[in-house]
C-alpha cells in the first residue's frame, strides 16, 4: 500500500520558518519527480517546488531563495524548508510523486501551513 504522510505544518508569524516533511512508503521516492504543492484557500493547487530523480530541483519564481527542496534518500522522505514566510505562503501543501515510465501519481493528505501575525 503506498502512503505518503506529511507533516510540520503549523502557526507561524511572517517571517518566521517551517519544514515540511513527507515521509513515503510503498514506492521509492528518489525514482520519481516528487514536488510540493500549495493551494491556497479558494485558489488552485500549484506546483512550488520540484526534485527529479537526478536530483534536479526547480522552483517557483515566488518561493525561490525562500524554499529548499531535499530528499533524504535513506529515510525515503522528501523536504520542503521554508523560510521568510509570508501571508501568501498561507495554505495547504501536499506532497507528490509521480513516475513519468508508468504514469503512477500519489498524493499525500496535506497539511495546513498558516502564516499570520
Known amino acids: 500500500q503506498v502512503q505518503l504522510v506529511e507533516s510540520g505544518g503549523g502557526l507561524v508569524q511572517p517571517g518566521g520558518s517551517l519544514r515540511l516533511s513527507c515521509a513515503a512508503s510503498?514506492?521509492?521516492?528518489?525514482?520519481?519527480?516528487v514536488g510540493w504543492y500549495h493551494q491556497a484557500p479558494g485558489r488552485q493547487r500549484e506546483l512550488v517546488a520540484v526534485?527529479?530523480?537526478?536530483?534536479?530541483?526547480n522552483y517557483l519564481n515566488s518561493v525561490k531563495g525562500r524554499f529548499t527542496i531535499s530528499r533524504d534518500n535513506a529515510k525515503n522522505t522528501l523536504y520542503l524548508q521554508m523560510n521568510s514566510l509570508k501571508p501568501e505562503d498561507t495554505g495547504v501543501y501536499y506532497c507528490?510523486?509521480?513516475?513519468?515510465?508508468?504514469?503512477?501519481?500519489?498524493w499525500g493528505q496535506g497539511t495546513q501551513v498558516t502564516v499570520s501575525s
Open positions: 507528490n510523486a509521480y513516475y513519468d515510465d508508468t504514469g503512477e501519481d500519489y
Open positions: 510503498g514506492i521509492i521516492l528518489r525514482l520519481a519527480i
Open positions: 526534485i527529479t530523480s537526478a536530483s534536479s530541483t
